[in-house]
């Protein structure tokens, strides 16, 4: 790593990141008992209560706040998908084959009937197949003339899952699955060998429940106002497990919380000069629509400097930055960090908490470094990178303590 001439004794303290603890720390939000920690279950509020306990260990006083949250999509067992054609049966796989479409109305219960194009005059009691790219036309046709459901397409990932999210567009009257865009077209292509009836469920839901941000304080030598007031934060939140199915959220965002745990645990040991006046919050329901932040957000000082970090599991060729609010500044001391730690950054789009921190007047950046297996069950603890982890560490510190010492290059 370069070396911090201009910060005197950063340089040592930059090198103090520990791969190992944040290796620990992504197993232990990514471990069974946490259930992928979506909002508003014990896993999620257990994850809480872990983190807020690390902070407290570092010296933090720590709050637990809660909020409401509304329309969370739930599934409460696993969806049906099969059809038959000519005699030949085929069921598919939830999430590997077909997914939950976040528009869709509930059905608990296998639901079958005739298959129907979109275009047929008639669509009454029958499961009606859009067209590839247009399930909204598709679902207006349906409502209107009483059909079972409409099946539209949806892609997967390069390994062959099917995202899961728990936010979307409001829902629509009929139940909506969506199928790979394979087993679409060969769906399309079925009636071809005679008649085709497809069964179906889509146990899902919307709840409201309660968010829980953990947030944290640390004591500064100088006292409240004596230095730059920076806010470290990540999303602790998950997308949940699918009912029999472990999603574990290695990568989103358990990797961001540990680069996020580890920095706070550096910078708080260090010399008070490159600590700055340090706050971190752990958000909750970012995955439900940036919830945590949206609470958050407005009850900061206007002076607060916000580093978001959403992803830190495989750097690839550069992290991502996105700026927003009055962040040259901040932007400015990020590169200057880069250069000094070696982190390639490149501009990019981060749809996540540091939007809502921009959106609220804060000079705010988010940060993101690659999550493999994003928000599917193959994003698991063994694909966060150790040396992603250091690289986003480093950048934190580093970035804190040029804030601190306010360091021009």
Sequence with gaps: MPDLPQAPGLAAVVERVSAARMQATVHELARDHHAGRRVGTPGGRAAAAWL???LRELGAEVELDSFPVTDVRELYATPVLEWNAGGQALRLEHRRDFVEHLASAE?????????????????RGRWVLAEAGDWT???????AHGAAGVLTARGADAEGWMPKMIAGPATRAVPIIALRPDLHARLADAPAAGPVRVTASMPLRQISTDGRNVHARFPHAGGAGSGPRVLLAAHYDGVGDDPGLRLPAAADNASGVAA?????????AADPTVRAELSVVFLDAEEAGAWGSAHHAPALPSDTLVINLDGAAHLYQAASVEAGGPAHALLATLDQAARLTGVPLRAGAMASDNRRYAAAGLAAI??????PGYQTPAETPDRVEPGTLVAAARLLVA???LLAARISI
């Design 52 to 54: 807020a306990e690390r």
């Design 399 to 401: 970035t804190v303590g």
């Design 366 to 371: 988010g940060i993101g470094m690659g999550m």
């Design 107 to 123: 059905l608990p219960d296998p639901r079958t009937a005739p298959l129907a194009a979109a275009s047929e005059a008639d669509l």
């Design 137 to 143: 036309q598709a679902c207006e046709r349906a409502e």
């Design 260 to 268: 996020v745990l580890e920095a706070a645990r550096v910078l708080t």
